[in-house]
């Protein structure tokens, strides 16, 4: 007997079918894609985290935040290069994947494999919901319209503000066209707006490009791997010396 329709249904309503005994393929039902991102792009109301009482929430798409030569040593790469949001959005577990993807192979396409460190400063905490409904023929008689309309977790997103660093790559002096062009590339993975800053700071440290070498000269930083610590001359002068034994 050939199919009754073929008309096409978010990928959702399988599970609604599943209840009420009807057979997908039989009907020539057709799986659809996801909602667009532009769907979640604004942040409307309060932030919604997985928890005990959140719970079926599907995993994120993005599993490593950080690329490159992660165990660098702080003084390895002194240049740094942020991706800055200029609006304040959401972004989706898949935007930052495309994003650590396309710059991590333009990396190691022109500078090399160890000659830099990319990190994704944001997570995505936030889920997304969406209300399951069907639009095959005769959906009006299985689906319920606006009553009970609190959707499902259908994925994860980011809360970005203003002026918040999204992610961040600290490489050497001669890879900054390299640093630049690849963040450039990683921008048009995400929604709105961003700006590529080359930051003053020494490595993905507080501590100024300009006073670097001095304090480095005077012993008053410590290194911790692949970042460092500015010792602190206030307090008692047991935990100054607690401090400065490991450093030395």
Known sequence: RPPRSTQGVSSAASDVYKRQGINAEYMGIQRMGRRPARCYRYCKGKAYPKSRYNRG????????????????????????????????????????????????????????????????????????????????????????????????????????????IIMSMRCKERDHKHALEAMRRAAYKYPGRQRI?????????????????????????????NHMKLLSRHGPLKAYLKQIVPAQ
């Not at 997304?128 to 009553?147: E, F, P, V």
């Not at 003053?200 to 440290?205: I, L, P, Q, V």
């Open 57 to 164: 929430v599907p995993d994120s798409h993005i599993r490593m935040f950080d690329a490159g030569r992660k165990k660098a040593r702080y003084d390895e790469f002194p240049l740094c290069v942020h991706l800055v949001s200029e609006e304040k959005e959401q972004l989706s577990s898949e935007a930052l994947e495309a994003a650590r993807i396309t710059c991590n192979k333009y990396m190691m396409t022109k500078a090399g494999k160890d000659v830099y460190h990319l990190r994704i400063r944001v997570h995505p905490w936030h889920v997304i919901r969406i209300n399951k409904m069907l639009s095959c023929a005769g959906a009006d008689r299985l689906q319920t319209g606006m009553r009970g309309a609190f959707g499902k977790g259908c994925g994860k997103v980011a809360r970005v503000k203003i002026g918040q």
């Open 197 to 225: 800053v080359a930051a003053r700071t020494h490595g993905f440290s507080s501590i100024l490009r300009t006073d670097y070498m001095r304090l480095k000269r005077e012993g008053n930083l410590q290194s911790y791997g």
